[in-house]
């Protein structure tokens, strides 16, 4: 594996890429510093130098970072339980196709609750896409797989995931939604729940 040290994250990406590079891993989503692409056998670790590293703010009166995926995060929990959790307010500030890709994470909890807006979402083996929207919420077992597939301009949720930092990993093979519905399914121990707000 080779590690390089890198100021710009997204235009080192961008640059592998066009070399026929595929991303396969980042880490954290908040404020990405770390990231593993593939082509072939060959595996190339990027790591944002310290100088260039995105410091997140505390507390929800402070300021937005760029995260995975163009999504806008900010952290809510100050101090983030020595790193045991981080509750993050995420915005989507662009309407349309979100640039996502088919993902999981390494996780022991995750729950997702719309704020604002709408979200079109897909899970798999959890049937067809569909909507959040203000109050609607799911909990995303560790390792299932999913992608954000398109949005409405600002719309926004809260994310809770234990432990804080974790490992955003690319599914190049799956396709969603998956032929099969299987609602009951365990990942790690946890099930797929959704709930949908009074309307």
Same mark, same amino acid.
């Given at each position: 594996?080779?590690?390089?040290?890198?100021?710009?994250?997204?235009?080192?990406?961008?640059?592998?890429?066009a070399?026929?590079?595929?991303?396969?891993?980042?880490?954290?989503?908040?404020?990405?510093?770390e990231?593993?692409?593939?082509k072939?056998?060959?595996?190339v670790?990027?790591?944002?130098?310290?100088?260039?590293?995105?410091v997140?703010?505390?507390?929800?009166?402070n300021? &937005?970072?760029n995260?995975?995926?163009?999504?806008?995060?900010?952290?809510?929990?100050?101090?983030?339980?020595?790193?045991?959790?981080?509750?993050s307010?995420?915005r989507?500030?662009?309407?349309?196709? =979100?640039?996502?890709?088919?993902?999981y994470?390494k =996780?022991?909890?995750?729950m997702?609750?719309?704020i604002?807006?709408?979200?079109?979402?897909?899970?798999?083996?959890?049937?067809e896409?569909? &909507?959040?929207?203000p109050?609607? &919420?799911?909990?995303?077992?560790?390792e299932?797989?999913?992608?954000v597939?398109?949005?409405?301009?600002?719309?926004?949720?809260?994310?809770?995931?234990?432990?804080?930092?974790?490992?955003?990993w690319?599914?190049?093979e799956?396709?969603?939604?998956t032929?099969?519905?299987?609602p009951?399914?365990?990942?790690?121990?946890?099930?797929?729940?959704?709930? =949908?707000?009074?309307?």
């Amino acid at each position: 594996m080779l590690e390089i040290q890198s100021e710009d994250l997204y235009k080192a990406i961008a640059e592998y890429e066009a070399l026929g590079y595929r991303l396969d891993m980042i880490t954290p989503a908040d404020s990405p510093r770390e990231v593993q692409l593939s082509k072939n056998e060959k595996i190339v670790r990027l790591v944002l130098s310290r100088e260039s590293v995105q410091v997140l703010p505390s507390g929800a009166q402070n300021g &937005w970072v760029n995260g995975r995926a163009g999504m806008m995060y900010r952290d809510l929990l100050p101090g983030r339980m020595g790193g045991m959790i981080v509750v993050s307010h995420i915005r989507l500030i662009e309407g349309g196709e =979100v640039p996502d890709y088919v993902h999981y994470h390494k =996780v022991e909890f995750q729950m997702i609750r719309c704020i604002k807006g709408r979200i079109r979402v897909v899970y798999e083996d959890q049937g067809e896409p569909f &909507w959040l929207e203000p109050g609607d &919420w799911v909990i995303q077992p560790p390792e299932i797989r999913h992608r954000v597939l398109e949005c409405e301009a600002g719309s926004e949720v809260i994310e809770i995931s234990m432990p804080a930092e974790h490992e955003t990993w690319l599914d190049h093979e799956m396709m969603l939604p998956t032929s099969e519905h299987r609602p009951d399914r365990n990942f790690g121990g946890q099930r797929f729940v959704r709930h =949908v707000a009074d309307k």
